[in-house]
């Protein structure tokens, strides 16, 4: 029989806690109950023209389980640098609908116009969910890359 000291098992701990805190780190650096799909990364838009911004919510029960729901979904428009945000130059929209079902898919689709006074450059559209999860509540973001052009 082999014998664990504490001093061992103290630092497998720390090294599983550690793990599983960088595995969910990842995760939440996305947005839980909403999946995007438009705009898609690096999409190029027109200033003065408008942007379609489609989003699709995950039912309120998926393969049995009921893991929380969205509450509330921000959408707001960045001047970027790289993979940075920069200052905030627009509010696309507060509170967009974020109603789902409790067996199937819906999907949300809102047009922005893109300000005219846009100079052309790296821009991404930061959405920003709050979720309430089993036991509390938590804000995710993605990030969707876009570039203004004339």
Same mark, same amino acid.
């Given at each position: 029989? !082999?014998?664990?000291?504490?001093?061992?098992?103290?630092?497998? *701990?720390?090294?599983? #806690?550690?793990?599983?805190?960088?595995? &969910?780190? %990842?995760?939440?650096?996305?947005?839980?109950?909403?999946?995007?799909?438009?705009?898609?990364?690096?999409?190029?838009?027109?200033?003065?023209?408008?942007? *379609?911004?489609? &989003?699709?919510?995950?039912?309120?029960?998926?393969? %049995?389980?009921?893991?929380?729901?969205?509450?509330?979904?921000?959408?707001?428009?960045?001047?970027?640098?790289?993979?940075?945000?920069?200052?905030?130059? %627009?509010?696309?929209?507060?509170?967009?609908? !974020?109603? $789902?079902?409790?067996?199937?898919?819906?999907?949300y689709t809102r047009?922005? *116009? !893109?300000?005219?006074?846009?100079?052309?450059?790296? &821009?991404?559209?930061?959405?920003?969910?709050?979720?309430? #999860?089993r036991r509390g509540q938590?804000?995710? $973001?993605?990030?969707?890359?876009?570039?203004? !052009?004339?």
């Amino acid at each position: 029989m !082999v014998a664990f000291s504490t001093r061992t098992v103290l630092l497998f *701990t720390v090294f599983c #806690l550690v793990f599983i805190q960088t595995a &969910y780190a %990842n995760i939440f650096s996305q947005l839980q109950f909403i999946k995007i799909s438009a705009p898609k990364s690096g999409q190029d838009v027109v200033a003065g023209k408008k942007l *379609t911004i489609k &989003y699709v919510m995950q039912p309120l029960i998926k393969n %049995n389980v009921a893991a929380g729901k969205a509450l509330k979904l921000d959408i707001n428009f960045h001047k970027r640098s790289g993979n940075t945000l920069k200052n905030k130059v %627009n509010t696309i929209a507060k509170k967009c609908p !974020v109603s $789902a079902k409790e067996s199937k898919y819906v999907t949300y689709t809102r047009k922005w *116009t !893109v300000p005219k006074n846009t100079k052309p450059g790296s &821009y991404a559209l930061s959405f920003v969910e709050l979720v309430q #999860l089993r036991r509390g509540q938590m804000t995710v $973001a993605e990030t969707v890359k876009v570039n203004v !052009v004339d």
